[in-house]
């Protein structure tokens, strides 16, 4: 079982940046497709990008492409968000969750991103 803690969240107005940090413990996660999701009140939760095991290969939301970077470092069992040019409409709980199979089997428990207009 892998345990997932989010860090890094926080207010920033925008225009700022936040770099979000998802931990993890427990069995590794190296060979987990890894993803953030967010969900904002009154909205589904969604998916924001995803970074494969090796992190060769990314995806993300139209919604945050060219302003948000997924990373991660098997090393240290960290997964990595950047984000740039934080909009307000990007205020919401970010979660990190790892792929086990076709489905995102564990999740961290959130972290708050407000970003003020």
């Known amino acids: 079982q892998v345990q997932l803690v989010e860090s890094g969240g926080g207010l920033v107005q925008a225009g700022g940046s936040l770099r979000l940090s998802c931990a993890a413990s427990g069995r590794s996660f190296s060979d987990d497709t890894m993803g953030w999701f967010r969900q904002a009140p009154g909205k589904e939760r969604e998916l924001v990008a995803a970074i494969s095991w090796n992190g060769r290969n990314t995806d993300y939301a139209d919604s945050v492409k060219g302003r948000f970077t997924i990373s991660r470092d098997n090393t240290k069992n960290t997964v990595y968000l950047q984000m740039n040019s934080l909009k307000p409409e990007d205020t919401a709980v970010y979660y990190c969750?790892?792929?086990?199979?076709?489905?995102?089997?564990?999740w961290g428990q959130g972290t708050q991103v407000t970003v003020s207009s």
């Open positions: 969750a790892g792929k086990v199979g076709l489905k995102y089997r564990y």
